[in-house]
């Protein structure tokens, strides 16, 4: 059974060339083989130890694809992935601006051979502009986009929300739509063609309701003064009794009157919920009611009410909550915990089909499986272009 006839996903049948990158290019790579796509991935030949392949990879973000070792500073190597490429629907990699052209595998290469190929190209800053060249990382992506500036507390200063709205949020997503944008355009026009994907372009796009909220003068740009940046105090975290922390989000009037009768506030003279004067008195009160109970006493009183509320869980504690469980949202896949493939499709689920490959690993498979015979794999393995 080919890899093809396994897949179930509603990307069952597409096949994707990864050239081998770090951080939100797997990522993308694992958002589209999670819904069934043949994602191969081209690693270094000079990263092949097949002492790994007999015991497990425990980096999820690489799972569900195969792994060919390929020497591309051979032309053999070159001319190989190619011919992977006169098959794919879609190439994507995450390297400077100039460095596949470099390689022998730019964009103008590769069309030429597949007209129908989408090329999507993902870097920080993107393949123009001044500092298309410069090196960086996702803090500063979402420093230059308008982003970081918005993440802390008043007083303060900004705090990097980890790597998520730039690498994974403003990159990998970005992509990998970008991707399925472009092969359902070429499935229509016959023709592929170019992504550049720049993580200070798509975090951009991820501010956009505070651009508007921003034109209709609802949007101060100071830190923390803001009803989604904890500057209101019904959108915000306490601390407990037992130091832990729960989340409020009791935005609309009924979900705030709520929250207020289960804390046994509503009889109480407190300042109007949008009363901006008022903030820092109302905070001050929800700080010191929440920390007469502990966490678990106020998932007692608050779990699944209108109050908008919820525990603020560690990775490890969300994968025994209830709700989670129920869901199935985090699995475990050869003993590895891991979130499950999402969005979820009623007819056409995506799975996580195989566990994270060694560079490698998959070489002879995966070759066969798109048209190298043994022969040819032979005489690249012999002239050093593959591991």
């Known amino acids: 059974m080919t890899y093809e006839e396994r897949a179930l996903g509603p990307l069952s049948g597409i096949r994707i060339v990864e050239l081998a990158g ?32 007999g015991r497990q990879n425990l980096e999820p973000l690489y799972r569900g694809r195969r792994s060919v070792g390929v020497d591309l500073k051979k032309p053999e190597g ?22 596949t052209e470099r390689l022998g595998l730019g964009p103008d290469v590769c069309l030429a051979r597949n007209p129908r190929l989408v090329y999507a190209r993902m ?11 410069a090196a960086g990382h996702d803090i500063n992506y979402i420093a230059l986009a308008g982003a970081l500036a918005h993440f802390g507390r008043a007083g303060g200063k900004p705090t990097p929300p980890i790597n998520l709205v730039g690498d994974f949020g403003g990159g990998g997503m970005f992509m990998a739509f970008g991707i399925v944008c472009g092969i359902l355009e070429a499935q229509r026009s016959g023709q592929g063609q170019v992504i550049d994907v720049a993580m200070v ?72 919920q949008m009363d901006r004067s008022g903030w820092d008195r109302l905070r001050e009160r929800f700080t010191e009611v929440f920390r007469t109970k502990t966490r678990a006493e106020w998932d007692e009183l608050l779990a699944g009410t209108d109050a908008c509320y919820a525990p603020v869980l560690t990775m490890s504690e969300a994968a025994q909550h209830e709700h989670v469980r129920a869901r199935g949202t985090i699995v475990e896949r050869d003993g590895v915990p891991q979130p499950a493939p999402a969005p979820r499709f009623s007819r056409t689920p995506g799975e996580i089909t195989r566990p994270a490959p ?6 002879d498979e995966a070759l066969a499986d798109w048209g190298v015979d043994a022969g040819e794999i032979t005489k690249l393995r012999e002239a050093g272009a593959i591991a």
């Open 22 to 53: 770090i951080g939100p290019g797997p990522f993308a790579g694992m958002l589209l083989s999670d819904m069934g796509a043949d994602v191969v991935r081209i690693d270094r030949a000079q990263q092949v130890n097949p002492a790994n392949f």
């Open 78 to 99: 070159v001319e190989l992935v190619l011919r992977l490429v006169e098959r794919a629907d879609a190439l994507f990699e995450g390297y400077r601006p100039g460095v």
């Open 123 to 133: 870097t920080g800053w993107g393949q123009e502009g001044p500092l298309a060249q």
């Open 201 to 272: 372009d798509g975090t951009a796009v991820l501010m956009t309701m505070m651009w508007g909220l921003k034109a209709l003068g609802f949007w101060d740009e100071r830190l923390g003064v803001n009803v989604l940046d904890t500057g209101a105090p019904f959108y915000d975290t306490y601390e407990t009794a037992d130091g832990k922390f729960v989340s409020l989000g009791s935005l609309e009037p009924q979900f705030y009157a709520e929250l207020l009768a289960r804390l046994g506030l509503d009889g109480e003279d407190l300042p109007a």
């Open 358 to 363: 060694w560079p490698g690993q998959h070489t």
